[in-house]
């Protein structure tokens, strides 16, 4: 089975062959489930989305492609949220295969009280430079309205548009949290995300462009869902887990300069 994740129409997600899905009472093979129904893209995916055309809207030059980035965005209200600290202790690193796996004294997903844990972040190896890159944030979306109005020039038209476009505000559609996260050069992060099994899950990385970011997720057990390696600091993926387990985000600052991004999630 090939785990789906969305591409995006110009995505840099690379996908990851999986044997057939675990039973429920099997955790011992990948933590992924056949979906009954096809599932919705969320907040996380519109966002990964308005970030893909906003990148290439600037590489264009093209106003309304960044336009269009910001529209996108701006439907979208993602609560921002501090993340737990991580027992480096309660992971593994492979640093061969750039993948964690997680110890055998990581916690339940759950809380006796039957509450999900909250998302967990440790850092490991030490930067390289104190370089701090241009920016402390992926593009805002008043960045991106701004941009589009700069690229406008003395387009009347366009800027009309620009400018009720600004005048609608927000569509407001909540449904998920973000997470911003400045890593230094050399720097490899961790994240321990729990999800709910059977149900969909999404999230995404949005760098700021600083610099180049690697990153792969794996399940508890070290099966990988998703990766990018490549010269990208952009990640979008989903999955219906089989069970309630924990997920790991690994990100590598691969660049010279910090990045600072934002980790995502339905």
Request: hydrophobic share 40%; net charge negative; with cysteine.
């Amino acid at each position: 089975m090939q785990l789906r994740s969305l591409s995006l129409a110009l995505g840099t997600t690379a996908l990851a062959v999986l044997g057939p899905p675990a039973h429920a009472q099997d955790r011992s093979g990948p933590n992924v489930a056949t979906p009954t129904e096809s599932p919705t893209p969320g907040a996380t995916a519109t966002m990964a989305l308005a970030h893909e055309l906003y990148a290439t809207g600037l590489a264009q030059g093209d106003p309304v492609t960044v336009l269009a980035a910001a529209r996108l965005a701006a439907s979208v209200d993602l609560a921002p949220t501090n993340p737990a600290t991580l027992n480096p202790e309660r992971v593994t690193l492979d640093p061969d295969a750039f993948r964690m796996t997680a110890a055998l004294t990581a916690p339940a997903p759950r809380t006796d009280e039957g509450a999900i844990r909250p998302v967990a972040r440790a850092s490991f190896l030490p930067a390289l430079t104190q370089d701090e890159g241009a920016a402390d944030a992926p593009a805002s979306v008043e960045a991106m309205f701004a941009k589009a109005t700069e690229l406008a020039g003395d387009d009347e038209a366009l800027l009309d548009l620009i400018e009720d476009a600004i005048a609608e505000g927000p569509g407001g559609r909540i449904g998920g949290v973000k997470w911003l996260s400045q890593l230094p050069a050399g720097q490899t992060e961790v994240w321990e995300i729990p999800f709910h099994g059977k149900s969909h899950a999404e999230l995404a990385i949005l760098g700021d462009g600083d610099a180049n970011l690697d990153m792969v997720v794996t399940d508890e057990n070290g099966n990988v869902l998703c990766s990018d390696p490549g010269w990208s600091d952009r990640l979008y993926c989903d999955w219906t887990p089989a069970w309630d387990g924990y997920f790991y985000l690994t990100v590598q600052n691969r660049g010279t300069a910090r990045n600072s991004y934002h980790l995502l999630t339905n």
